[in-house]
């Protein structure tokens, strides 16, 4: 035998050796088993046990199906009043009968029916009343993050609303798919359709598509177009946040969006011929009418408060508006109306609305709030809900102007910034005050002009005299010192809201993102309360036999440091000693503020406060029936209407009067650190940015301008727009300290007071 032929023998005996089932392989089995949990975990017991899950799913639908009833009706049954009190316990509104009218299905236009299938539930004629595929879909958006559940078919839609109650709850959702499926089975679908468009919120208090074509277009059910159909299918969504009257520019696009899908969806369901498609247009809703009750301020109170119940509870409009309420507000009706007198005798009583084209576009809101509780005590919203539906004090659309600037020195202060030079930035830090002067350190071009081109120090002044006189020139530098990503942060902390149009940049400094006098509100509040944050409510309790309400802490944790805080407060008091804040100055109360204009004169702000008080004053430029912002100079016959002009008189006149008879303290301002007092240096730091501090001929505490602009500025200058980067080329020379103007300052005039 030769030696292949034996080592092929002798393998064969070895294999008929191996014991059978030892040894593993790759797939790590014994014998070609699988081992250890492995064998637990077959594919076939894996599909196993899914079949069964499913068929044991399936029984137990089946066996709910004849388990639950179809219910009664609950809708108007069930419906009670809001009721909404004041801090005394006085009642202002009782809020809660529906406003519905059922109209039946014939009464509607065809069209009008097929845009809210279209948006809602193209399958609505096809399917069995609920989509299977569409509540997967909602389901997986809710797992990745991209929004709630939703998948609701128009049937589960009215059975919710019908039958139901908005509970977002689990049991609540398995009543209504299996009540939906005994609904599409015991009715015709136009009588579900009708029932789902009689029982739908739309918004500005309309149950139901007839009261919502009066409300919005001011015609019946029967007489709506396509396009006013389509929109009102589209606003079904989210009434509060798409309706046009009051939606904000984020809003308004998210609306067409939908309004646009309606019109694409009928498209592409063989509804809309695609030529006539293309000359649809957005048909603008009526201006909304005021409540019956709710003349004045009470409107704009309720509007506030929905607004934070909804907020802290996650409730939609729907849900609220469902009744059974019963919610206090913090605000004191002494103060409140203070407020609205201090408005009519400085504000209304001299404007003519009639007469002149730019007093018809005034439009003025406050608030105001206790620092040491984040009580709104006092709030004003308007002329009336029946002549400016949205609150005043809640409009988002505004810049704030100078008012911003106290945060940038917050952040200065509270990251320890340095100047170019590396000096630290304190209350008697030297800057350069030269008019359009472009600011070093910035991958972005910026050379803010100063309020009417002015230029201020000589060219160096302190920050406490640039805080003074507001100026431009100095707060640009500042922020690009500080960093501006780190001056949003502090704002952030201080509960300023992160919006659309909040560019990082040097423009920032002047105030140029948007936001409400409740929110600036909120920012002064922390400063006065030492650091400690404070978010403003309206809420002193809200009572649901249904429903827990939960109030935010109103006072928080320290947002900013004492120290920080206290500096600036300082810092504050001497825009009210001696700058541009001196008309609200008063033996009767410490005050501490900030005027604010913004670009255009378009806005103007005083946000100001005492140790027991924060008030904010805002007027704003809004053209009647267009709502396009436009400049309030010329007001009451006038010339620039600045945060110095009508919103401090406003300020003054309703302080006194909230703390009359009040034993009114002093700031406790211990911490406040306002920085050495040294002359300035010879020489200029690497960057041309000047740096070193105040000369000692300046008082140490609040040390006032150099001098004084020679006409009553406004805020941003138009010449030079605020969030504009400079055209300036880069070889510009950068002013030093050694410089000197070609121009000599001219000197103020003693009746003269800067004002930004």
């Known amino acids: ?43 076939k017991r894996i599909f196993g046990a899914l079949f069964g899950a499913v068929l044991l799913g399936m029984a137990a639908l089946v066996g709910l199906y004849f388990y639950v009833d179809e219910p009664d009706p609950n809708a108007d049954a069930l419906t009670q009043n809001n009721v909404y009190k004041l801090a005394d316990g006085t009642v202002i509104a009782r809020v809660g009968a529906k ?47 991209k929004g709630k559940a939703g998948g609701s078919t128009i049937t589960q839609q009215y059975v919710k609303n019908f039958y139901l109650t908005q509970d977002q709850t689990a049991t609540r959702k398995l009543k209504e798919l299996i009540i939906s499926l005994k609904v599409d089975q015991s009715k015709e679908k136009p009588e579900i359709l009708a029932g789902y468009l009689n029982t739908n919120f739309y918004g500005r208090n309309a149950y139901g598509i007839q009261a919502a074509a009066q409300a919005y277009y001011g015609v019946d059910a029967e007489k709506l177009t396509l396009e006013q159909g389509a929109y009102l299918a589209a606003v079904l969504q989210a009434p509060s946040q798409y309706d046009w009257a009051t939606a904000g520019p984020n809003g308004k696009r998210l609306v067409m969006i939908r309004f646009n899908a309606v019109l694409d969806n009928m498209v592409e369901m063989g509804k809309l011929d695609a030529a006539k498609r293309k000359d649809m247009k957005f048909q603008e809703p009526v201006k909304p009418k005021a409540l019956p009750g709710m003349e004045g301020q009470k409107g704009y109170l309720i509007q506030a408060a929905d607004e934070e119940l909804k907020r802290q509870t996650g409730m939609t409009e729907g849900q609220l508006k469902a009744g059974g309420w019963e919610i206090t507000l913090t605000v004191d009706p002494k103060k409140q109306a203070a407020l609205e007198k201090a408005v009519q005798d400085e504000l209304e009583s001299k404007l003519d609305r009639k007469g002149r084209a730019v007093d018809a576009a005034v439009q003025a809101g406050a608030s105001s709030v206790d620092p040491k509780t984040g009580a709104i005590v006092a709030m004003y919203g308007g002329t009336g809900q029946s002549e400016q539906w949205a609150s005043n004090a809640l409009r988002k659309d505004f810049q704030p102007g100078s008012t911003f600037k106290p945060v940038v020195l917050a952040s200065a202060l509270e990251n320890k910034a340095r100047t170019q030079d590396g000096k630290p930035i304190t209350p008697s830090t030297l800057y350069d005050g030269t008019s359009k002067r472009p600011v070093v350190g910035s991958d972005i071009p910026f050379n803010p ?102 109030p935010v802490r109103a006072v928080g944790d320290t947002a900013i440091s004492r120290k ?6 300082k810092v504050l ?66 010339g620039r209407a600045g945060g110095s002009s009508f919103p401090a008189a406003i300020w003054k006149e309703y302080t006194l009067a909230a703390l009359a008879g009040v034993e009114t303290g002093s700031f406790d301002l211990d ?19 000047p740096s070193g501090s105040e000369s000692s001929k300046s008082p140490s505490g609040t040390p006032t301008p150099s001098k004084t602009p020679s006409k009553t500025p406004s805020g941003t200058p138009s010449g030079t727009p605020s969030g504009t980067p400079s055209k300036t080329p880069s070889k510009t020379p950068t002013p030093t300290a050694s410089s000197s103007k070609s121009n000599t300052p001219k000197p103020p005039r003693p009746d003269e007071e800067p004002e930004r």
Do not use: C
């Open 671 to 689: 911490e406040a650190d306002m920085g050495k007092v040294q002359s300035p240096t010879a020489s200029t730091t690497p960057s041309g940015t």
């Open 573 to 638: 008091t001497g825009v009210v000693q001696d700058g541009s804040g001196r008309a609200v100055k008063s033996s009767a109360y410490e005050a501490a503020g900030k005027t604010g204009t913004t670009e255009q004169n378009k806005a103007a702000w005083f946000t100001g406060f005492t140790p027991e008080l924060v008030t904010v004053v805002a007027m704003f430029g809004d053209e009647p029936g267009t709502h396009n912002q436009v400049s309030l100079t010329g007001t009451a016959g006038g």
């Open 99 to 145: 406003n519905r009218q059922i109209v039946p299905i014939a009464k509607i236009p065809a069209e009008v029916q097929t845009a809210f299938i279209a948006i809602e539930n193209k399958s609505f004629y096809e399917d069995r009343g609920i989509d299977l595929k569409g509540i997967g879909r909602g389901l997986f958006n809710t797992v990745t993050g």
């Open 564 to 569: 920080t805080a206290d500096t600036v407060t």
């Open 449 to 550: 002009q100063n309020q009417d081109d002015e230029d201020y120090g000589d060219p160096l002044l302190t920050v406490q005299s640039a805080t003074n006189s507001s100026v431009n020139s100095v707060y640009a530098q500042m922020i690009v010192d500080v960093k501006p990503r780190n001056v949003k942060k502090t704002a952030l902390q201080l509960g300023m809201q992160d919006r659309d149009a909040w560019p990082e940049d040097p423009a920032m400094s002047l105030g140029t993102m948007s936001a409400d006098t409740l929110e600036m509100a909120g920012v002064y509040a922390t400063l006065d309360n030492h650091g400690k944050k404070v978010t403003p409510s309206i809420i002193k309790s809200a009572k649901h036999a249904s429903r827990e309400f939960k």
């Open 1 to 43: 035998m030769g030696r292949a032929e034996a080592r092929r023998a002798q393998q064969q005996r070895g294999a008929r050796r191996a014991p059978r089932g030892r040894g593993k392989d790759k797939g790590g089995k014994q014998g070609g088993k699988p081992a250890g949990i492995r064998r637990f975990f077959t594919w």
